[in-house]
C-alpha cells in the first residue's frame, strides 16, 4: 500500500479525534483454576462438546513460549496429522472436530491451554480416554524427531501464508505498533521454533502442563445416549 497515502487518509478521519476517557490497560491476572469435572445435560442434542484445560502463568516472552507454541501445534493446533487429529478423529472415529488452543498473553504473565472435541455423547467414555492417553504420551515420551521435521515445515509455511493475507498483517502490524515490536520480533520466534529439538519441547509441555490441574467441562445428551443404549441392550419387545 501506499504509506504516504494511507497516513493522509488516516489523519483526515481520525486526527482529531479525543478520547472521552483516558486509556488504561485492564490486567488480565493468573490464577489457578479449580480442578472440576462437569457435566452438562442439553437434551436432544445430537452433538456433544468437550473441553479440557488448565491455565498457564506464562508471557509471550517466556523462555518456554516457542516449545510450548510449537508443541500444542502438534498436539493438536492446526497440524494435519497432529495426534489428537490421528488418534481421536482418523483412527478411532470419536469426534466430529477435535483439536487444542494454546492463548499467552503479550503484556501480562497469564495465558491458557485447552483441547476439545465435538462427538457423539455415547463415545464419552471413549473420548475421555483417548484425551488422557495422547496427552500422557506427549508428556512422558514426546514427539518423534520425523514428526517435529514435517511440523516445522507446515507451521513455517503456515506463518507465511498468514502474512501474505492484508486483513491478518494489518492486524499484526497494528497490535505490534501497541506492543512497541515489528516483524523481527515474529522472525525472531521462528527461527527458535525452527531450533527446537524432541527433548526441549517435552520437557518444556510436561514441566507446563499438569494433568492433574486438568480442568473438564462436558455438555451433551448423555441421559439420552444412555437410555438409548439400555433399550438397544434389551432388544425389541416381545
Known sequence: FDAAELEKQVTQLFGGWKAAKPFKVVPNDYFDAKVENRSFETPDKAQAFYVTGLNLNMRDDDPDYPAMLFGNYMLGGGFLNSRLMARIRIKEGLSYGVGSQLSVDSLDKSGSFLAYAIYAPQNLAKLEQA???EIEKVLE?????EEIAQAKSGWAQSRSVQRSQDNALVGTLGHYMFLGRTLEWDAELEKKVMA???GQIRE????RIDPSKLVVMKAGDFAGAAKNAVEADAGPPA
Do not use: D, H
Open 141 to 145: 515420551v514426546g514427539f518423534t524427531a
Open 196 to 198: 527446537l529439538e524432541p
Open 131 to 133: 484425551f488422557k492417553e
Open 204 to 207: 518444556v509441555m510436561k514441566r
